[in-house]
């Protein structure tokens, strides 16, 4: 089985972002990364993905070092930043993941566009937002990758786009993959994780199951969020 495992990493700036983070993900598992902005979300991912080095500790898949080929070709990151060209057609972006990354799965993004209406013809600067996002879900999705990391994929969605993304992520949690989403929507999110870490800069953090949670609380996802973020969450 696929494992993620952080052993006691923290990210330090100006101040510390996250420390002595620890957990261990398995495939079918989705966490939502919970937090205030400012509180180290992003900053997490980034680490994880390698776009940004811990300060502490070490992150391994299957046992293997973040700087090893297998952990390297082992991620996928959809993240906030805009990272192609206003003129470029949905087409030649695909085309350009089919020759970047070696197991990209073209037919997996197509079938995942055609699903949310987007066409292969259009530019990228014919977008709006919330298609925008869903082109990278789905370029990042079809790399058929174990690890799936989303950085506020929620962001630009309105409510039925938000069901389709949460539908696409459920059946790939099905598919052997460990699924990482940081998000401030967190309404009707209790579907659709089943672990959350609540991010807290000047607390100790932990994976905690959303099930156990609820049940030892009585109350929804919403309810434990608006606790926490009043800092009375224990």
């Known amino acids: ?3 993620l495992q952080a052993k006691n990493i923290g ?11 620890s957990f261990t993900l398995n495939e079918g598992q989705i966490l939502g990364i919970l937090g205030k902005n400012g509180t180290g979300k992003t900053t997490l991912l980034d680490c994880i993905s390698g776009q940004k080095q811990i300060s502490t500790g070490m992150i391994l898949y299957n046992d293997q070092p973040q ?6 070709t082992s991620i996928a990151y959809v993240s906030t930043i805009n990272y192609f060209e206003d003129s470029q057609t949905i087409r030649q972006i695909l085309s350009e993941y089919t020759l970047l990354f070696p197991g990209f799965q073209l037919e997996k993004a197509v079938e995942q566009l055609e699903i949310w209406h987007i066409s292969a013809k259009q530019k990228w600067q014919e977008l709006s937002e919330g298609s ?7 370029c990042e999705y079809a790399k058929a990758t174990s690890i799936f990391l989303l950085d506020e994929p929620f962001a630009y ?11 696409m992520l459920r059946k790939a949690s099905g598919e052997n993959k ?10 009707e999110m209790d579907t659709l994780f089943t672990d959350v870490l609540f991010m807290n800069p000047n607390r100790y953090c932990e994976v905690i199951n959303l099930e156990d949670l609820r049940e030892r609380k009585s109350l929804s996802l919403k309810e434990i969020y608006e606790e926490e973020a009043n800092d009375t969450f224990i």
């Open 1 to 3: 089985m696929n494992k």
């Open 11 to 21: 990210k330090r700036y100006q101040k510390n972002s996250f420390q002595e983070l």
């Open 67 to 72: 700087s090893s080929t297998v952990f390297k």
């Open 132 to 138: 925008k996002v869903k082109v990278k879900i789905a």
């Open 157 to 167: 969605l309105d409510y039925s786009s938000r069901i389709q993304v949460k539908k």
């Open 178 to 187: 460990i699924i990482l989403v940081s998000t401030n929507f967190i309404e």
